[in-house]
């Protein structure tokens, strides 16, 4: 059998010197090119066209080509023959990735279709990016296997590794199990945002691509796929996923060839329909995918959060300062040119939003309204304001529903769709406020506890709920965001009417707030966790569930910027949390507000288009003082950790005492409190702090603190209703 090795380049520099090298090899193997007119195959074409028939107008403009550059149209033709009139087994290549390569071009048109079919209706995802070049060449290979006329093939290719799991790429992935009956992965790693190029141990994690001049390599993370197609009658695909981290994973693969059970190596996976076909193998708890999805327990999809895009225009920490710049904003009398020299924003033209046509509309339609200055939840625990309108484009995305649902009494369950850090933390939030897109990483949602304002009910319960409701589509009065299975689930317990009883309408969700904050929870079912909209077990016993609720309930107040909370922010304060983030000064004595409140440590510099980047700061790490112990058991301090920090402000002031977990606690991809500092550096803020915001840093380590003394109870609550679970299905 004749064996035959192609190659398809794009760009004319590598193109040659894939010439060069080649003929150089054949030349030391003894085997050169006979003449000028014996080449290798390797042709200049783009590699994702020519696999059909040219239409009439590409036709049209091969003729052009040919009579422009004859020599580009014989290179044309001989790769053409090749794409066209080959059986291709066996593909390799390390694909370009690039996220911004934008819908694909005409010739090009249609060629990843496969993988976004269904993606909105079958498995609700809205957002993805599957135009990615790689995906294109990965649908290129797919395509020739699948056209092999012995159906055998192999394809093998280096790519970004965002297809293992995210869900974005479950068609994809779908479509490889059922094109391919043996598949290879190998997680390379090295990626910048997802695990900020460490290792679990926190190791140096650098790109497979990586080199003595370029230690860090890629940005992007990277895997190998090794997908065959055995032509065999196979009942099971089998799928193989393996890890590979730190500075010698590139040694480490090679060696791994020479392993003599190579298939050992690796751990088996099993893409399932729960799991989004995932290839990752799925750490979860025996029974989780049995438990009810977060989505499943709302009669109401959840919303987005609000987008600004409009540089900080729309919010601020200064409500005076907002107010007066959106008065300026809303006065008909101050004209285009006088606005623009306020300085107050909305001047420039942002995502979709023409500044001067959009104020004009504005000014026709509305006027300033002091009830639409409200608090905002930026981050965890980072509460603004803002002013909100629903009228577009002055917000980018204003979720009119979110605002809707915005009222006195109504809070709202935050969590996202998926996980896009490995060091994620706890993938919930909880506010009464409105909230933003990424107040949790990548996309945070939120779950109004009650509805009102004629809420859109999915069309699944509508019939249930309005005989519940009494038959109205649309009402005035709050009534509880529970799925007609999860309003089913409290009648078995013998807990009715949530609608007109609103403890009973939120014990499911302070429930699943505590289940949400348990480590034990979210260590056991990491992956199922990362990959989707979290599940809840919910407990066959009605008093396992108020227990439950109940510590979700403490929760919610320490979580909820908007509430003092008696011993930990207001009232006599816990003996455990009197010495926690104590503002302090170097040599001893008290500051003075007027001059030594500056934050300059180095937390937060402006980066490229306004976008704060974190800085390392100044911190110490240490051991307990005698005094800080004071009210501490062992058994506390351990959930706190073994150190405690001083952090500081500048050289002369410094928050004493703040455990180094409750310096590092994570909330949806966030460390809580560096991320606040970031923001409020002296440059970037254009002041000193206040000493309301140095008590709000004390406030917020005492209520992280609180949390974390509550862990070992969220354990054994979660334990508790694991061994008694209600079968959501």
Same mark, same amino acid.
């Given at each position: 059998?004749?064996?035959?090795?192609?190659?398809?380049?794009?760009?004319?520099?590598?193109?040659?010197?894939?010439?060069?090298?080649?003929?150089?090899?054949?030349?030391?193997?003894?085997?050169?090119?006979?003449?000028?007119?014996?080449?290798?195959?390797?042709?200049?074409?783009?590699?994702?066209?020519?696999?059909?028939?040219?239409?009439?107008?590409?036709?049209?403009?091969?003729?052009?080509?040919?009579?422009?550059?004859?020599?580009?149209?014989?290179?044309?033709?001989?790769?053409?023959?090749?794409?066209?009139?080959?059986?291709?087994?066996?593909?390799?290549?390390?694909?370009?990735?690039?996220?911004?390569?934008?819908?694909?071009?005409?010739?090009?048109?249609?060629?990843?279709?496969?993988?976004?079919?269904?993606?909105?209706?079958?498995?609700?995802?809205?957002?993805?990016?599957?135009?990615?070049?790689?995906?294109?060449?990965?649908?290129?290979?797919?395509?020739?296997?699948?056209?092999?006329?012995?159906?055998?093939?192999?394809?093998?290719?280096?790519?970004?590794?965002?297809?293992?799991?995210?869900?974005?790429?479950?068609?994809?992935?779908?479509?490889?199990?059922?094109?391919?009956?043996?598949?290879?992965?190998?997680?390379?790693?090295?990626?910048?945002?997802?695990?900020?190029?460490?290792?679990?141990?926190?190791?140096?994690?650098?790109?497979?691509?990586?080199?003595?001049?370029?230690?860090?390599?890629?940005?992007?993370?990277?895997?190998?796929?090794?997908?065959?197609?055995?032509?065999?009658?196979?009942?099971?695909?089998?799928?193989?996923?393996?890890?590979?981290?730190?500075?010698?994973?590139?040694?480490?693969?090679?060696?791994?060839?020479?392993?003599?059970?190579?298939?050992?190596?690796?751990?088996?996976?099993?893409?399932?329909?729960?799991?989004?076909?995932?290839?990752?193998?799925?750490?979860?708890?025996?029974?989780? =995918?049995?438990?009810?999805? +977060?989505?499943?327990?709302? !009669? #109401? /999809?959840?919303?987005?959060? $609000? %987008?600004?895009?409009?540089?900080?225009?729309?919010?601020?920490?200064?409500?005076?300062?907002?107010?007066?710049?959106?008065?300026?904003?809303?006065?008909?009398?101050?004209?285009?040119?006088?606005?623009?020299?306020?300085?107050?924003?909305?001047?420039?033209?942002?995502?979709?939003?023409?500044?001067?046509?959009?104020?004009?509309?504005?000014?026709?339609?509305?006027?300033?309204?002091?009830?639409?200055?409200?608090?905002?939840?930026?981050?965890?625990?980072?509460?603004?304001?803002?002013?909100?309108?629903?009228?577009?484009?002055?917000?980018?995305?204003?979720?009119?529903?979110?605002?809707?649902?915005?009222?006195?009494?109504?809070?709202?369950?935050?969590?996202?769709?998926?996980?896009?850090?490995?060091?994620?933390?706890?993938?919930?939030?909880?506010?009464?406020? =409105?909230?933003?897109?990424? +107040?949790?990483?990548?996309? !945070? #949602? /939120?779950?109004?506890?009650? $509805? %009102?304002?004629?809420?859109?009910?999915?069309?699944?319960?509508?019939?249930?709920?309005?005989?519940?409701?009494?038959?109205?589509?649309?009402?005035?009065?709050?009534?509880?965001?529970?799925?007609?299975?999860?309003?089913?689930?409290?009648?078995?317990?013998?807990?009715?009417?949530?609608?007109?009883?609103?403890?009973?309408?939120?014990?499911?969700?302070?429930?699943?707030?505590?289940?949400?904050?348990?480590?034990?929870?979210?260590?056991?079912?990491?992956?199922?966790?990362?990959?989707?909209?979290?599940?809840?077990?919910?407990?066959?016993?009605?008093?396992?569930?108020?227990?439950?609720?109940?510590?979700?309930?403490?929760?919610?107040?320490?979580?909820?910027?908007?509430?003092?909370?008696?011993?930990?922010?207001?009232?006599?304060?816990?003996?455990?949390?009197?010495?926690?983030?104590?503002?302090?000064?170097?040599?001893?004595?008290?500051?003075?507000?007027?001059?030594?409140?500056?934050?300059?440590?180095?937390?937060?510099?402006?980066?490229?288009?306004?976008?704060?980047?974190?800085?390392?700061?100044?911190?110490?790490?240490?051991?307990?003082?005698?005094?800080?112990?004071?009210?501490?058991?062992?058994?506390?301090?351990?959930?706190?950790?073994?150190?405690?920090?001083?952090?500081?402000?500048?050289?002369?002031?410094?928050?004493?005492?703040?455990?180094?977990?409750?310096?590092?606690?994570?909330?949806?991809?966030?460390?809580?409190?560096?991320?606040?500092?970031?923001?409020?550096?002296?440059?970037?803020?254009?002041?000193?702090?206040?000493?309301?915001?140095?008590?709000?840093?004390?406030?917020?380590?005492?209520?992280?603190?609180?949390?974390?003394?509550?862990?070992?109870?969220?354990?054994?609550?979660?334990?508790?209703?694991?061994?008694?679970?209600?079968?959501?299905?």
């Amino acid at each position: 059998m004749e064996l035959l090795v192609f190659g398809f380049e794009i760009l004319t520099a590598p193109f040659v010197v894939a010439h060069l090298q080649l003929g150089l090899l054949l030349q030391s193997f003894g085997v050169p090119l006979q003449d000028e007119t014996e080449r290798v195959g390797v042709y200049l074409t783009n590699a994702l066209t020519g696999w059909e028939p040219p239409d009439e107008e590409a036709k049209r403009r091969v003729q052009q080509l040919a009579l422009n550059f004859p020599e580009l149209q014989e290179e044309r033709d001989a790769a053409d023959s090749v794409k066209r009139g080959k059986p291709i087994l066996v593909v390799l290549g390390n694909p370009p990735y690039n996220a911004y390569a934008g819908v694909s071009p005409r010739q090009e048109e249609g060629l990843v279709d496969a993988y976004k079919e269904g993606l909105i209706s079958q498995w609700g995802i809205k957002k993805f990016n599957l135009d990615d070049l790689y995906v294109r060449f990965f649908r290129v290979a797919e395509n020739c296997i699948n056209k092999a006329a012995i159906h055998r093939g192999v394809v093998c290719f280096i790519s970004n590794f965002s297809y293992l799991g995210d869900p974005s790429y479950v068609v994809m992935r779908q479509s490889f199990l059922q094109s391919f009956d043996e598949l290879w992965f190998d997680s390379l790693n090295g990626d910048s945002r997802e695990t900020g190029k460490l290792t679990p141990e926190g190791k140096p994690d650098p790109s497979v691509f990586s080199s003595e001049y370029n230690r860090e390599g890629i940005r992007t993370g990277t895997s190998i796929a090794l997908m065959v197609q055995t032509g065999l009658q196979k009942t099971d695909t089998t799928v193989r996923f393996r890890q590979l981290w730190g500075v010698n994973k590139r040694q480490e693969l090679l060696l791994s060839l020479q392993a003599k059970n190579f298939n050992a190596q690796y751990k088996p996976s099993k893409p399932i329909t729960e799991t989004r076909f995932s290839f990752r193998p799925s750490d979860i708890s025996e029974h989780y =995918l049995e438990w009810a999805k +977060l989505t499943d327990i709302c !009669a #109401v /999809a959840p919303s987005n959060g $609000l %987008m600004e895009k409009r540089g900080g225009a729309l919010i601020d920490i200064d409500r005076n300062a907002l107010e007066e710049r959106m008065r300026a904003y809303f006065d008909a009398d101050i004209g285009w040119e006088a606005y623009q020299k306020l300085g107050y924003g909305l001047v420039k033209p942002q995502a979709r939003f023409d500044p001067k046509l959009t104020r004009r509309k504005v000014l026709l339609s509305t006027s300033f309204d002091k009830r639409r200055l409200l608090r905002y939840a930026l981050r965890p625990f980072e509460t603004r304001w803002c002013y909100y309108s629903e009228i577009r484009p002055i917000w980018n995305e204003s979720r009119p529903f979110l605002w809707k649902q915005c009222w006195e009494g109504n809070k709202f369950l935050i969590t996202r769709f998926k996980a896009a850090k490995d060091d994620e933390g706890t993938p919930f939030y909880f506010t009464p406020c =409105l909230s933003d897109d990424h +107040l949790l990483t990548p996309d !945070a #949602v /939120a779950i109004p506890l009650q $509805l %009102m304002n004629g809420a859109r009910i999915r069309p699944q319960e509508q019939l249930s709920l309005l005989e519940v409701l009494g038959g109205k589509p649309e009402v005035d009065r709050p009534f509880s965001n529970l799925s007609t299975s999860a309003r089913q689930y409290l009648a078995n317990l013998g807990l009715s009417n949530p609608d007109e009883d609103t403890d009973t309408a939120l014990l499911i969700w302070m429930h699943a707030l505590a289940v949400g904050y348990s480590p034990a929870y979210l260590q056991q079912n990491h992956d199922g966790i990362h990959q989707d909209f979290p599940r809840i077990p919910l407990p066959k016993s009605r008093d396992l569930l108020i227990v439950s609720a109940n510590l979700g309930k403490e929760l919610a107040l320490l979580l909820d910027t908007e509430v003092k909370v008696i011993g930990v922010t207001t009232g006599p304060i816990r003996s455990e949390l009197r010495s926690i983030a104590v503002i302090s000064r170097v040599g001893g004595g008290q500051l003075n507000p007027d001059n030594e409140l500056a934050l300059t440590a180095g937390w937060g510099h402006a980066g490229r288009e306004g976008v704060t980047m974190p800085g390392k700061g100044k911190s110490q790490e240490r051991e307990y003082l005698a005094d800080e112990l004071k009210g501490l058991e062992q058994s506390r301090q351990d959930l706190l950790g073994k150190n405690t920090l001083d952090i500081y402000l500048n050289e002369l002031a410094y928050w004493k005492n703040i455990p180094t977990r409750v310096w590092d606690y994570t909330i949806g991809g966030y460390q809580v409190i560096k991320k606040w500092l970031s923001y409020r550096e002296e440059p970037l803020l254009g002041r000193s702090l206040t000493v309301e915001e140095v008590r709000e840093v004390r406030d917020m380590a005492r209520r992280i603190t609180a949390i974390l003394l509550l862990e070992k109870q969220l354990d054994a609550n979660y334990e508790a209703i694991k061994q008694t679970t209600y079968d959501w299905k």
